[in-house]
């Protein structure tokens, strides 16, 4: 009985420390996370299918994503609010 006792204690004097480094490290990167790419919105969308995505930084990488799909690419209104806002075809289906 006394080995058992002598067993808890020593495994609370190494798992209690552990947990509680865990604990502080989700703490501490937990805000630090980063979101995925995708949901950051760059200045260009993708535009097809009635649905946009605006992950594009440059009018030329959203045109070369969406050649050959039928997309146009358009500013993104939420970063570039201009009336109206350009959009240009990047080609036939």
């Known amino acids: 009985m006394t080995q058992v006792k002598i067993i808890q204690v020593h495994t609370r004097r190494i798992i209690m420390p552990l947990l509680f480094a865990a ?3 989700a703490t ?7 979101t995925p ?5 760059n200045g260009w969308c993708l535009v097809q299918d009635d649905q946009a995505r605006c992950d594009y930084t440059s009018f030329q990488q959203c045109r070369r994503t ?8 358009t500013e993104n209104p939420r ?7 350009r959009a240009v075809s990047t080609g036939s289906r």
Do not use: D, F, Y
Request: net charge negative; hydrophobic share 35%; aromatic share 0%.
């Open 23 to 25: 604990a502080s490290a």
């Open 28 to 34: 501490l990167l937990g805000p630090t996370v980063t």
């Open 37 to 41: 790419a995708h949901a950051e919105e």
């Open 66 to 73: 969406g050649q050959g799909l039928g997309a146009s690419c």
């Open 79 to 85: 970063i570039t609010p201009r009336m109206p806002t």
